[in-house]
């Protein structure tokens, strides 16, 4: 069965939105960052969002192509869950416009690689509470955005899920990506 991995980075006050505009801390990353997200992508051959993600990812990696993140994130199957989306203009993006849970428990069973989820929101936490998340990988970035909506953060009143700590990196810039799994699952040999 595919797993589905939810990569995502975090604010250490809870801001998941807009990275792209967040501060730089000044510290040239060393490339480790970059690697870790390239085996991701290597790892899995579909990319799932939520309908406020789709935008940023499609506008940034779209107009990208020559290098292997680009070029592998482009050509890959894309699942964007969504009930306003109606003409995707990305390569290989299919639109889940109802029962996302049951649709993307369809896609778990099929035959393939992983699938990983960029962004944190209320499909991450419809597939959170249905066991459908196999492993979550927060990129907790040293800095407060210090200004967000609810919406921008990553609460979100939902149920409770006991979380296993499974591995941690620090990266050269501070940044710390923490590595977790549902409690009750088995582990992935």
């Known amino acids: 069965m595919r797993r589905v991995i939810n990569s995502t980075y975090l604010s250490l006050d809870g801001v998941i939105r807009n990275p792209q505009d967040w501060p730089s801390n000044g510290i040239e990353p060393d490339g480790v960052g970059g690697t870790v997200q390239m085996e991701l992508l290597l790892a899995c051959d579909a990319v799932l969002m939520g309908g406020a993600t789709y935008p940023a990812m499609a506008s940034a990696w779209m107009a990208r192509s020559g290098d292997p993140y680009s070029d592998r994130i482009n050509a890959m199957k894309k699942y964007v869950v969504s009930s306003t989306l109606r003409d995707p203009e990305w390569t290989n993006t299919t639109v889940i416009r109802d029962n996302a849970v049951d649709e993307i428990r369809r896609l778990k069973n099929e035959p393939g690689e992983d699938i990983v989820q960029y962004g944190f929101?209320?499909?991450?936490?419809?597939?959170?509470?249905?066991?459908?998340?196999?492993?979550?990988?927060?990129w907790i970035h040293p800095l407060f955005v210090g200004r967000a909506t609810t919406d921008d953060l990553l609460?979100?009143?939902?149920?409770?899920?006991?979380?296993?700590?499974?591995?941690?990196?620090?990266?050269?810039t501070g940044t710390v990506i923490l590595t977790y799994r549902p409690a009750n699952l088995p582990t992935r040999s």
Do not use: H, K, Q, W
């Open 121 to 138: 929101g209320s499909v991450s936490y419809a597939l959170l509470d249905a066991g459908l998340i196999d492993e979550l990988r927060l």
């Open 155 to 172: 609460f979100r009143p939902s149920a409770t899920a006991g979380m296993e700590l499974t591995d941690t990196l620090t990266l050269n």
